[in-house]
């Protein structure tokens, strides 16, 4: 088994003859739960699902798990189980024996999927990635990783081209009976980060507005403006300011919209990131276009650090990383914490007020 690439796997879906495992992982999230969610499809019929499918939204006992994927599947061929985020780093070495030892005897009767779409793939190449994890963190998931990669097939799901990403714009847009030109498809996508996730819900927010016809800039400019990212952006903005107040207002805002805490929590998060490798490159003395290549932002991506450059200007090193830590600790919460997700981005956006208090 080993790494195989997103056409490989949607042959290998079409063919039925399904993988014992399956690692999905990458930058695209919506990608990754869109073939977890397949797979699924692909190895259990929806009316045989309450007898031959689980799902883990933590990280299982080995044993647990094994001993679901060893029962005979009901009227099915496949016994399927989905665990979301498994996190090596939360379980000790005896229990990352258990599972490697789960891993090599998978039945020919089972499928495990194991979707990693809130974990940062550049763990697995032992990488301190985009939040800075501990040693614990990537030697675990690197462990994971090779282990895994054993009897799974491995896939990653990296962001999309901009021409790849406007075809996706085009399909949907024409799926729901709209029109849109090239270049508002580009604006759209820019728009929302190349995020297949947030252009889901503007295409279908632009689609119901327009019922049919075509999509216009003035359409995008009228409506897009309330998207998360734009949210997150004057969120940002008010924290660089220093305006308390009107940062829970637009907080409070983004959840009266109906977005997800991750979701808020990884365009924020991402943002910060993007600033802060602004920040490392102007001191280089690099142009945006440089700092983008020697961070991997190819594609549309790469403009997310020439829009970074101006405002990173005007803040400090030291408070950028300052912030980080933040989002370092509110991901760690957010993923394995029972707590409530708004409490913790509310306390998540008070800390970082402090934060510009005390470096004016």
Known sequence: MGAI??????????????????????????????????????????????????????????????????EMPVFADYKCALVMNLEFDKIDAAEQKKYAELFKNIPETAVLIIDQRRIDPALYSGKKGKDKHSDKEINAAKKLFETVGKYAQLCEFKYLSMNRVCTQIRRRVERAGCTIADENASVLAEECGMSLTLLGNEIDKLCSYKQSGEITKSDIDMLVPKRADAGIFTLSDALFEGDTQKAFEILDELFAQQFEEHEIFGVLSGYFVNLYRAKLGMAAGKSWSETAQAFGYFGGKSYSLKFAYPKASKLSVRYLGDCLTVMYKTNKLLNSSKMDGRIILESAVAELSMIKRTDD
């Open 5 to 70: 690439t997103e056409t490989q796997l949607k042959n290998e879906l079409k063919s039925g003859n399904l993988s014992r495992i399956y690692f999905l992982y990458g930058e695209e999230d919506f990608l990754v739960k869109t073939y977890s969610e397949r797979i699924v499809d692909a190895a259990v019929a929806k009316d045989m699902r309450d007898m031959n499918f689980a799902k883990f939204t933590e990280t299982p006992r080995a044993a647990v798990l094994a001993d679901y994927l060893d």
